[in-house]
């Protein structure tokens, strides 16, 4: 069983800078790929970003790209979204989720495990 726990999210004005992070615990995390998905008020939770077991390959939601970037630390069982140039837009809630090795995709379905989000909120 893995236990993910995201952090880093916050108030920030249009244009600023968040890193969040998800810390996983209870499995290997090198077994799994990673991903962020987010939920704005009133709307279904859709993809973000995701990153492969070992970081080689990542994919990116169009409204996302150029500005987020995933990265994993395997040795620190952490996996990071850096966002930049962020847009009220962008307030969600953030949540990572791990997927088995080789699974991860923009599906909500690939992923086994959750975790409880972390707020963002973009202001204008």
């Known amino acids: 069983q893995v236990q993910l726990v995201e952090s880093g999210g916050g108030l920030v004005q249009a244009g600023g800078s968040l890193r969040l992070s998800c810390a996983a615990s209870g499995g290997t995390f090198s077994n799994y790929d990673m991903g962020w998905f987010r939920q704005a008020p009133g709307k279904e939770r859709v993809f973000v970003a995701t990153?492969?077991?070992?970081?080689?390959?990542?994919y990116y939601a169009d409204s996302v790209k150029g500005r987020f970037s995933i990265s994993r630390d395997n040795a620190e069982n952490t996996v990071y979204l850096q966002t930049n140039s962020l847009k009220p837009d962008d307030t969600a809630v953030y949540y990572c989720?791990?997927?088995?090795?080789?699974?991860?995709?923009?599906?909500?379905?690939?992923?086994?495990?959750w975790g409880q989000g972390t707020q963002v909120t973009v202001s204008s």
């Open positions: 990153i492969s077991w070992r970081g080689g390959s990542t």
């Open positions: 989720a791990a997927a088995p090795r080789n699974s991860g995709t923009f599906r909500e379905t690939s992923y086994n495990y």
